[in-house]
Nanobody, 127 residues
Framework: QLPLVQSGGGLVQPGGSLRLSCVAS????????IGWFRQAPGKEREEVSC????????TYADAVKGRFTISRDNAKSTVYLEMNNLKPEDTGVYYC????????????????????WGQGAQVTVSS
């Protein structure tokens, strides 16, 4: 069983909204920084947002500030990414990722060998 299982994504018109969900199994979510990455066609993967419970920090990439919101429901071991006013440049595969060695977003680097990743979800913004 994958530690992180995603749901959500799909096709939406510009200006529309989508919500991604990521359920963590076998992990105490509130002990770790968790966030979202995306990878657009032909581009490198980029961090979109991070949330850490220990210091209450939330970070966003400049490109999504004011439009995307990350949230957690620790009781459900679930993290969400609410995406509003979507633009064509938001198109890509979105991944949730948890760094078991990082209690805060400052230390967050799930690209290391110890990171956990969801299976990815396609988000396509097109008219």
């Amino acid at each position: 069983q994958l530690p992180l299982v995603q749901s959500g994504g799909g096709l939406v018109q510009p200006g529309g909204s989508l919500r991604l969900s990521c359920v963590a199994s076998g992990i105490i979510l509130e002990n770790h920084a968790i966030g979202w990455f995306r990878q657009a066609p032909g581009k490198e993967r980029e961090e979109v947002s991070c949330s850490s419970e220990s210091d209450g920090a939330i970070t966003y990439a400049d490109a999504v500030k004011g439009r995307f919101t990350i949230s957690r429901d620790n009781a459900k071991s679930t993290v969400y990414l609410e995406m509003n006013n979507l633009k064509p440049e938001d198109t890509g595969v979105y991944y949730c990722a948890l760094d078991p060695l990082a209690p805060t977003c400052t230390d967050y680097d799930p690209s290391t060998s110890t990171g956990y990743w969801g299976q990815g979800a396609q988000v396509t913004v097109s008219s």
